[in-house]
Every structure is written in C-alpha cells, then in structure tokens.
C-alpha cells in the first residue's frame, strides 16, 4: 500500500454509462492474447482478420503491441450509443476501469480521474484488497506483443 493510501481503505466506484473512458481522447486498449481470442470468437471472425479490422499495432521498437482501433473522434471502434458493441466480449482492460495501476493504487490519480468519469465516488464500494486484485489481475493479462524479427 502507497504511503497517501493509508486514509483510503475504500474506494466508491460504479460505472455511470457515460462512455468517457471509451472515448472522445486518444488512448490505447492494449488486448491480450486472450481478449483477442475471446472478440474475435464473439464477432465470428478468425483472429488475424480481427487484429486486421479493429488493430492497429503500436510501435515498441523491436516488437508491437497491438491495441483497439480509434474512430477519428478518439471513440473506441467498438463504441456505439449504447454502449460497447462487443460488451460480453470487451477486453480485460476495459472490465477493470478504473482499478489500473497508477489509477486506482494512487489516491491523487484516482481524485484527478474524478473530473472525466462521473462513477468514481459512487456506487459499490471496493476495498484496498479488492481494488488491489483487480489492479493485479491487469498483470495475469498481458498485452499481446508480436515481435518484428517474426514478421
């Protein structure tokens, strides 16, 4: 536990649907080997089309990541006005907002976070040790990397 936690033994989260953290910003949803797997399973799809239609590869100098796709607004191409289109299926990154790693363990991260997402501070009430495993449960799930040296 950081040392500004102490006086933080809770958190207050319950998302407010008002789509922020899916867009209108430039960002990266990072996909695991296994996000991949599960969307492109859900959209009927084999994997590489998927990663073809909805990826773009981030460049990390000998290798990639590969992350969501944006609409030229910064919206997640998956985002409709109702909400994620591959909902059942959305990536693990997306399930654990706002409990990310420099996000939900740091108090003035979180506090900052308040002014863009109307969920923090309301609703259910996580504790340090849930918060913690679902900020931890990121790293069980780690972004899909595609070396160059493969291509």
């Known amino acids: 536990m950081k040392k500004n936690e102490k006086d933080w ?14 867009g209108g910003e430039p960002g990266y949803v990072f996909l695991s080997r296994n996000d991949i ?3 492109s399973q859900h959209l009927g799809v ?4 998927f990663i073809s239609i ?3 590869k981030i460049d990390y100098g000998t290798y990639y ?4 796709k944006e ?3 910064y919206d997640c191409v998956f985002l409709r006005p109702f909400g994620c289109a591959i909902y059942e299926a959305r990536p693990h990154q997306c399930s654990t907002y706002p409990f990310w790693r420099g996000l939900g363990d740091d108090r003035q991260a979180w506090e900052e976070e308040k002014r863009n997402c109307p969920g923090l501070g309301k609703g259910r009430k996580y504790s340090r040790k849930e918060a913690q495993e679902l900020i931890d449960s990121n790293d069980l ?6 070396f160059k040296h493969n291509l």
């Open 71 to 73: 609409k030229d607004n």
């Open 37 to 39: 797997e599960r969307a």
């Open 65 to 68: 990541m590969v992350s969501l």
């Open 54 to 56: 909805y990826c773009r």
């Open 46 to 49: 084999s994997e590489e089309e």
């Open 9 to 22: 033994p809770e958190l207050n989260f319950e998302c407010q649907r008002c789509l922020h953290c899916c």
């Open 141 to 146: 799930n780690p972004a899909y990397i595609i």
